[in-house]
């Protein structure tokens, strides 16, 4: 791990012109240093950094990626607003792919490090989660925490600490008492003199000053930043095309290279006849990686296009024979059979019952799901003179650096990580996904040149890291009032369901059993986090079972929830809410159905209600979603909007057509035309609202996906009767309801 004094990493008037760079939160803890870190023995600080100028530019280093989340605007709002800086004179700069940028904010939260610790042990807190982020290379970007995590544990508090930093040396040069000077606009202001002096002026003295260990933040009545949609850092670039992602690097000398993949999963080349590519114009090199043969020309199209033509003969493979609808009966099979693992337990779920005529049971099964960003997986890689420079978009460059370092075979020092922006991520470039840049890194090391390592469509579709194909099983018994007395809710693990707490529920029942069974031998089909990653269907299970209790009940959904609420008063006032944005209470148009339905994911509690129409030949039309989202602080209304807009699009695309179907060991779909999204002419009216509960800040990038699926089905049982048990909808055929 990178080592930096105190001192040299307060004060770095060589670097800045005698301006200040501040890095928070501290550690007395006493560290081995490496011998170009300076001294042995001298205090440790670490991550969430400003850089404050001579020219009064505060300049806010964000270690985390944008793709397209808002977060280069979102972090630097946090810090500006308890530093009082003026938002004119705010920069952004990505932080780069170096150990003093680790995330161990996001270790703290994740792992709750924080919880029933006192305030005086925060700096050791700190070092704790540093060091589990050095061990796990995190510096990710993922599960809803850069305003969550790193926002309000790291940049809020380096901001207020730099204030005050200021402050003392206004006082300290003016000879007054701090309490007398104000922070506000970038400047120190004393009033009964009518002094005043910027930042810029103060940073060289304050960098003399050592951070405060709890600095005093703002109270959210005065904030003057946080709280306002402030227009995007990233949108100018982009509208313009400067903005840079990994797909448009380009170095001099440098060649493309295209990826075939065995189409079989586990099969490997057994023989290539490169003879009728080799010499032809423009195809420099064609060899064989694990999995794969690869083509390097002086244009992507003639790789891409020899690669496709090249005659190849693929292994067998052990998983020939799996299938998608083999896996179904598997799923099946394991819930009727399998040994569940408890995940949940409350009261007796055991107990044997006399109202068995008050029975319900249900299944719901979903398929697995691909990323589809918008740009393909791509990495730029040279290696040269022992030392390699990497161009990728990724949501983790310490680790992408840990990865390329070991696919290269040297030392993580010896590569450079050149940040980009990420054409859409949703978990497919996260650390355990990096089957891209290992690659790319194989590729570099067989050239004397950089190469552009580029998926087709197809090859970034068929050899995605999935969202699991996952079943599930829900037992009911109703008391004589209709209210549920057991609750039992069982479901398949084939793999990436690593949070128990998803299937978590919110209702008051007093006997629970909530469990998995995992798949038994290994899975063939990789899977990954996809966006929301289990929270995507538990939301679709439970909440579609709850709609199936309230319909058995011969009561309302939205009151039937309700009821069982009483002790979950956020989740109550949700529903309301978005029950009212809808018009719940006044009927329905014909022929069409409303739904409703809440979840809780990161932190964030969303409520859905969904309006939507059957026509005569079964085309389903999604007319409206009206979503209320308690998320405790919103930080930029716009930004925190448009990702409950984005969420519920990206969700409605896998409600209607999203499905990765597996045939004789490979994927079948390829490409758009197989493997559909919601075009703007599908795409519903979309009103968002946000609840101000109180409570604790929440994620807001990942929580508009899990309550879609079930508001719109339990619409379509409302508008037709057919009750929807499994995803996508294209699987179903619909017939409008038949008027009395």
Aim: charged share 20%.
């Amino acid at each position: 791990m990178a080592r930096i004094t105190r001192r040299g990493f307060l004060i770095t008037g060589g670097l800045v012109g005698g301006g200040l760079i501040l890095g928070y939160a501290a550690t007395p803890v006493r560290l081995g240093m490496r011998p170009d870190a300076g001294e042995p023995g001298e205090d440790l600080w670490l991550t969430t950094w400003i850089r404050i100028s001579p020219d009064n530019w505060v300049t806010v280093l964000v270690p985390h990626a944008e793709m397209g989340q808002g977060v280069h605007t979102a972090l630097p709002m946090m810090v500006a607003e308890e530093l009082e800086a003026d938002w004119s004179r705010v920069r952004m700069e990505q932080a780069p792919a170096e150990d003093l940028y680790l995330n161990g904010y996001m270790v703290r939260g994740f792992g709750n490090l924080d919880s029933q610790r006192p305030a005086f042990m925060r700096r050791q807190v700190d070092y704790v989660a540093l060091k589990i982020a050095d061990v796990l290379n995190v510096q990710t970007t993922g599960g809803s925490s850069s305003v969550r995590y790193t926002g309000h544990l790291g940049m809020r508090i380096a901001g207020a600490a730099a204030k005050e930093m200021l402050l003392r040396a206004a006082a300290d040069t003016w000879g007054t008492p701090v309490d007398e000077c104000i922070a506000r606009f970038s400047q120190v202001h004393h009033e009964a003199s009518g002094r005043a002096a910027s930042f810029g002026e103060l940073a060289e003295a304050a960098s003399r000053f050592d951070p405060p260990g709890a600095p005093a933040l703002k109270a959210k009545a005065d904030y003057s930043i946080c709280g306002r949609s402030i227009p995007r850092i990233d949108i100018p670039s982009k509208v313009v095309g400067q903005a840079q992602y990994g797909i448009d690097v380009r170095l001099p000398g440098m060649r493309y290279a295209a990826i075939r993949h065995a189409p079989v999963f586990g099969a490997d080349l057994r023989s290539l006849d490169d003879s009728a590519a080799t010499g032809k114009r423009g195809i420099e090199r064609i060899f064989h990686i694990p999995g794969a043969v690869v083509v390097v020309a002086d244009s992507f199209w003639r790789a891409k296009t020899a690669a496709g033509e090249l005659p190849v003969e693929w292994s067998e493979s052990p998983h020939s024979g799996f299938s998608s609808e083999q896996l179904s009966a598997r799923l099946k099979a394991m819930l009727e059979e399998g040994r569940v693992r408890t995940d949940h337990k409350h009261g007796s779920p055991d107990s044997e019952s006399g109202t068995e005529s008050f029975v319900v049971e249900a299944a719901y099964e979903v398929p697995f799901l691909a990323h589809a960003t918008m740009e393909p997986m791509n990495c730029t890689a040279w290696l040269h003179d022992g030392k390699l420079d990497m161009w990728a978009g990724n949501q983790d460059p310490v680790a992408a650096r840990g990865t390329a370092a070991k696919a290269a075979g040297i030392r993580e020092r010896d590569v450079t990580v050149h940040p980009v922006q990420l054409g859409g991520g949703f978990g497919r470039r996260l650390p355990a996904n990096f089957n891209y840049v290992t690659q790319a890194v194989q590729i570099a090391a067989q050239l004397p040149y950089p190469v552009k390592v580029i998926w087709t469509r197809e090859e970034d579709m068929r050899r995605d890291y999935y969202r699991p194909a996952v079943r599930s099983h829900h037992t009911a018994i109703l008391g004589m009032a209709g209210r549920p007395e057991l609750w039992k809710h069982t479901y398949t693990d084939i793999g990436m369901n690593d949070n128990r707490d998803t299937a978590f529920l919110p209702y008051s029942i007093p006997n629970q059993r909530i469990g998995r069974v995992e798949y038994p031998g290994d899975m063939p089909v990789p899977t990954g986090a996809w966006r929301s990653v289990e929270h995507s269907y538990h939301g679709f299970f439970i909440e579609s079972f709850m709609d199936e209790l309230a319909h058995a009940a011969g009561q309302d959904p939205l009151a039937y929830r309700l009821q069982l609420l009483s002790d979950a008063p956020r989740f109550a006032a949700a529903l309301e809410k978005a029950a009212r944005m809808i018009g719940w209470s006044e009927p329905a148009l014909e022929g069409q159905g409303r739904g409703i339905a809440v979840k809780e994911s990161f932190g964030s509690i969303v409520a859905q209600a969904a309006e939507v129409s059957v026509g005569e030949q079964g085309e389903l039309r999604v007319h409206r979603v009206c979503a209320a989202v308690d998320c405790g602080e919103v930080i930029n209304p716009d930004i925190a909007r448009a990702q409950i807009e984005g969420g519920i699009n990206f969700a409605l695309s896998a409600v209607l057509y999203g499905e990765i179907t597996i045939e004789a060991g490979r994927v079948v779909q390829g490409n758009f035309p197989d493997y559909r999204m919601v075009t703007l002419r599908d795409a519903p009216h979309i009103q968002v609202e946000f609840l101000d509960s109180g409570a604790s800040i929440g994620g807001i990038g990942e929580v508009g996906v899990p309550p879609l699926a079930p508001a719109v089905t339990n619409a379509i049982f409302s508008a037709t009767g057919q009750r929807i048990r499994s995803l996508p909808l294209s699987s179903h055929t619909l017939t409008p309801r038949i008027p009395d």
